[in-house]
């Protein structure tokens, strides 16, 4: 298992704990700590060496364009993006935010490789069985038979007895359900905060708001029978968080390690830099790794002065598994000669098999961050130093998190509205989350800035269901160590020939500023992009420059054979090839739901139990 992230971390434990002998190789470290644990410290953890790569990816090919991003590094030529080398992959620096994908994600999966495994209603069970929900009241009737389960949600029973949310209460990922006074505790600013965003979500929709649509009716957005309804509205966000701590893949794996350490190893520092075939070129046999902490050069204390440092070389009797993620799992493809002819060529690795879909159809959302000064301080702050312990200022809200309360058990999320960006769309597209920091994207240094100023308070507008397919991760050498190259071509650079993409991101924007004119009781002024900026043309000019993105994917996706530009089938195995599976977020075909995270687990999930099916024949 090359990768240990939200595909890798929990598929190796599910191997393991079904007898098998599983190899999970890591190239970050193994390092934890106030960064990682503390939900409220997820903005540091990105920026933590100990955590970290660096990546830098280009917007647009356009250099005067891109070169009017604020964020954009000369240096580095790209924005820098912030990627996780650890155990647990991104999630141990994620914001945590556990948001069910869309029915309509997994349907449009079931369609492009018609394998109706895919299909929404049996992609349920997957999350009923990783999820350890703890906010919701365990009923007494529960089903791992997905269309029983089904039968009891629609049933008029109640709550108590069936389990009509069909969340997952035995799972090995902790859930719970932000308070908007977790992360803001001035209760008279956040009733007037979420009034205003329900007065503008209403008056967007041109009638009342119905129970589904307030938090005051069902604020959970992962109830079942929300997401079936493709609700929009008002919601408390859903963390993976367990008693106010980070939980995730590296809980899982450490927990299996454990039970098991017979049949799960994990090494850390290891860089796979290809895979090895047996002597028809075809059947993969084992993995090439470097066992060096820091190989890699997008690490921000990269050994470069030491290379080519000893490799080691294990041959499976089973499978080798990809999960390294958008940039990485194509990478390790084309070094191992899998990937589209010319760039292979280019860089002078012979040519295994031609598949051109490896390292295209990259995509990720739109997102831009809406700033406001407000005139008075966030009080409730004044005793939070938003830092390890340690300092020469005591920190009341630490303390509190000791115990599993207060602020600090919170991403900082106050709460979450879902709409539409247009009213003929099938689900809702458009994604606002309110923060009481100043965030307009990522940069570096940008983490001090979320805390420095007690005043600010953002709404980051995130534009789903995207148009973009235009993508591409490109290899640059044939040094492992080299980071690729990597494009996203915003935008009109894509195939958003009609510029719904733009128009939506535009019409989040105008939302979020309808929220804070109805709330202008408490606002000094507009920071981000500023009262100046208005229009749709300037504001879309705005978006243009300012945009960015952090969920990566669709690098190797998934279809059918005559497709020639999927990577894998339905059952994760790499066209071509025998024994060569990659279950990550790279084999996405569209970008699913708000959140990468959530589905990539219940990826994982039915990963572990196709191999699972198939083992027999390698034993």
Not at 285 to 291: K, M, P, Q, T
Not at 343 to 359: F, K, M, Q, Y
Not at 485 to 512: C, K, N, P, Q, W
Not at 569 to 591: C, E, N, Q, Y
Request: aromatic fraction near 10%; include cysteine.
């Amino acid at each position: 298992m090359v990768g240990s992230g939200a595909g890798g971390g929990p598929i190796a434990a599910r191997l393991a704990e079904a007898g098998f002998e599983v190899l999970l190789l890591e190239a970050g470290g193994r390092e934890t700590g106030p960064d990682y644990e503390v939900p409220a410290f997820h903005a540091f953890a990105t920026e933590n060496e100990d955590l970290r790569w660096d990546f830098y990816v280009r917007h647009w090919a356009d250099d005067e364009q891109q070169q009017r991003d604020s964020k954009y590094l000369a240096a580095h030529d790209g924005v820098w993006y912030p990627r996780a080398a650890s155990l647990g992959g991104c999630t141990a620096h994620n914001a945590m935010i556990t948001w069910y994908p869309h029915d309509l994600d997994w349907e449009a999966i079931a369609r492009a490789t018609g394998d109706q495994s895919w299909r929404a209603i049996w992609m349920r069970r997957w999350f009923e069985r990783l999820e350890h929900c703890t906010y919701r009241r365990r009923p007494l009737l529960t089903s791992k038979n997905p269309v029983l389960a089904e039968v009891l949600a629609r049933l008029p029973l109640p709550n108590w007895l069936a389990n009509r949310s069909r969340h997952g209460f035995d799972g090995w990922l902790g859930t719970s359900l932000a308070k908007p006074t977790d992360a803001l505790r001035d209760p008279a600013l956040v009733r007037l905060l979420l009034k205003a965003a329900e007065g503008a979500l209403a008056a967007m929709l041109d009638r009342p708001l119905t129970g589904f649509e307030t938090l005051r009716g069902c604020p959970d957005p992962n109830d079942w029978r929300v997401r079936r309804d493709a609700c929009a509205g008002l919601w408390r966000i859903p963390l993976a968080t367990a008693r106010g701590r980070r939980s995730g893949p590296r809980e899982l794996v450490e927990k299996v390690e454990r039970l098991y350490p017979n049949k799960l190893t994990v090494r850390t520092g290891c860089l796979v830099t290809r895979v090895l075939f047996d002597r028809l070129g075809t059947v993969a046999r084992g993995v090439e790794f470097a066992r060096q902490p820091h190989a890699y050069g997008a690490d921000p204390r990269a050994k470069r002065d030491v290379w080519p440092p000893p490799t080691e070389q294990v041959d499976v009797r089973g499978e080798v598994i990809l999960a390294g993620g958008a940039f990485n799992t194509p990478q390790v493809l084309m070094l191992s000669g899998i990937g589209p002819r010319h760039e292979l060529h280019r860089c002078g690795i012979d040519v295994r098999l031609d598949l051109p879909g490896v390292g295209a159809n990259l995509q990720d959302h739109y997102e831009a961050g809406v700033v406001y000064e407000l005139n008075r301080d966030f009080g409730a702050f004044d005793d939070c130093t938003f830092a390890p312990p340690g300092g020469s200022r005591y920190d009341r809200c630490f303390n509190d998190w000791t115990t599993g309360r207060g602020v600090y058990t919170s991403n900082g999320a106050v709460a979450a509205l879902t709409a539409r960006s247009r009213p003929e769309l099938p689900v809702p597209d458009l994604f606002l989350y309110g923060l009481p920091a100043n965030f307009h994207g990522y940069h570096p240094g940008y983490a001090a800035e979320l805390e420095r100023n007690r005043r600010h308070f953002t709404w980051t507008v995130l534009k789903a269901h995207t148009a973009n397919r235009a993508g591409r991760v490109e290899l640059v050498s044939n040094d492992p160590r080299v980071p690729p190259r990597v494009f996203f071509h915003y935008f009109e650079e894509s195939e958003d020939a009609t510029g719904e993409d733009l128009d939506g991101m535009v019409r989040g924007i105008e939302l979020a500023r309808d929220i804070m004119h109805r709330a202008r009781t408490v606002v000094h002024k507009e920071i981000v992009p500023g009262a100046a900026v208005s229009g749709t043309d300037e504001l879309r000019r705005f978006v243009r420059d300012e945009a960015w993105g952090h969920q990566a994917c669709g690098t190797a996706r998934m279809g059918v054979p005559s497709d020639p530009g999927a990577v894998v089938d339905s059952r994760f195995r790499v066209f071509g090839t025998r024994r060569l599976r990659v279950a990550d977020a790279s084999v996405f075909p569209h970008i699913p739901g708000f959140f990468l995270g959530t589905a990539v687990y219940m990826l994982a999930e039915k990963a572990a139990d196709r191999i699972l099916y198939d083992a027999p024949r390698y034993l």
